[in-house]
């Protein structure tokens, strides 16, 4: 049973028998009972086991280097090889507390990755869900902020803080309309599918964005920022604050607040709308006996959808409205196409993004420097 399920069936249990009240933790760790067979770790034991911890940050670069528990290895949840390198990082059958965490009480991904790991047969693992926050309140001495250790916890940006610099899409337009206003899209480019009907915004992804910020290139102008679903925004104000910038703005909820309403948004126009295939590479799926009809299925849905070479990105809500395909479905596709080589895959924000083979499709002319370049990167991929 998936996550989803076992919530949706959570929810009706409790409505249909009522369930007794929750315990007094599920208010403060609200899903703990979500995830009821990932062992959690509080602060205080943390701290008493750290010498001896294995301690695993799952969230962005750009998370981490706002903020991170100083012994904490990073590693995304969404890497390549997240099995594989766990295991450099401790052995499956070590002794010593394999800790996970991320940004705090409602952040699943500590748990999600905990999940896996027991799942993939490692022992002593346990989830730290009071997350980066609750660690720097309890032991700044133990945690960077902002590049300074001791954390300054007077430093942490509150909710309410970035609540401030929220703008609905009517304010953010208003607001670019202005002079002297600088719109920047921060999305990757495989999260490019619409942009809002504004003029002159510059798409810069965060890394470039971070060297130009912290460079103050800026700090005249209205900046007016969006990602994809608002989520990025509040790491970026770390930076706009430590540079001295005053006059900023985010689009609330990001690109996808709006995406569905097109006389708010367009679609990006892409200059070549061809895709190129090995011919032999195409072949060898087709007669591939380990593939059935939903694989293959899937597999069309992939080809039909590449975008920005040889990426496709998946919103999971909309899915099954936009193809039939159901998510339990597609997501075991998705897997055993993986597992065979054809494509590999991540899980962000609520985004399946699917990485296909170059040589399977490949968003402009195959045969390239760009393309063989591509063949190689996905090849050393799939070999770590």
Avoid at 295 to 321: H, Q
Wanted: with cysteine.
């Amino acid at each position: 049973m998936n996550r989803t399920l076992s919530a949706l069936c959570l929810t009706f249990l409790c409505a249909a028998f009522a369930l007794p009240a929750l315990p007094a933790w599920a208010e403060d760790f609200p899903l703990r009972p979500y995830y009821p067979e990932v062992p959690h770790i509080t602060t205080d034991r943390l701290m008493a086991d750290y010498g001896d911890a294995v301690i695993v940050d799952i969230r962005s670069h750009l998370e981490y280097e706002v903020a991170h528990i100083n012994k904490a290895a990073l590693l995304p949840l969404a890497t390549d090889g997240f099995a594989e390198k766990l295991e450099g990082l401790r052995p499956k059958a070590a002794p010593e507390p394999l800790i996970f965490y991320c940004n705090g009480h409602s952040c699943a991904k500590s748990y999600q990755a905990a999940q896996l790991a027991l799942s993939l047969g490692f022992g002593h693992v346990f989830a730290y869900d009071g997350g980066i926050f609750d660690w720097i309140t309890a032991a700044p001495d133990r945690a960077t902020l902002m590049g300074e250790t001791p954390a300054r916890r007077e430093r942490v940006l509150s909710r309410k803080a970035l609540g401030r610099r929220l703008l609905s899409f009517q304010e953010f337009e208003r607001e670019a309309r202005k002079p002297n206003s600088l719109i920047i899209d921060i999305r990757d480019p495989f999260q490019r599918d619409v942009v809002p009907r504004l003029s002159d915004i510059r798409a810069i992804p965060l890394d470039p964005l971070l060297d130009l910020v912290t460079s103050r290139i800026w700090t005249e102008k209205r900046l007016l920022f969006f990602d994809a679903v608002g989520k990025q925004v509040r790491w970026l104000q770390y930076f706009l604050k430590a540079c001295d910038y005053f006059d900023y703005g985010f689009l609330d909820g990001g690109i996808r607040a709006v995406a569905d309403d097109p006389a708010l948004v367009r679609p990006v126009i892409e200059i070549d709308r061809t895709v190129a295939s090995d011919q032999a590479m195409l072949l060898k799926l087709t007669a591939d006996q380990r593939l059935d009809n939903a694989d293959r299925r899937v597999v069309s849905y992939l080809l039909a959808n590449i975008k920005f070479n040889n990426y496709v990105v998946i919103d999971m809500d909309r899915l099954g409205r936009d193809t039939g395909i159901t998510a339990p479905m597609l997501l075991n596709s998705i897997r055993r196409l993986s597992t065979l080589g054809y494509t590999a895959h991540s899980r962000m924000q609520g985004m399946l993004i699917v990485r296909v083979d170059p040589r399977l499709a490949w968003k402009g002319r195959a045969g390239t420097a760009m393309w063989k370049d591509k063949v190689r990167d996905f090849n050393s991929a799939k070999a770590r």
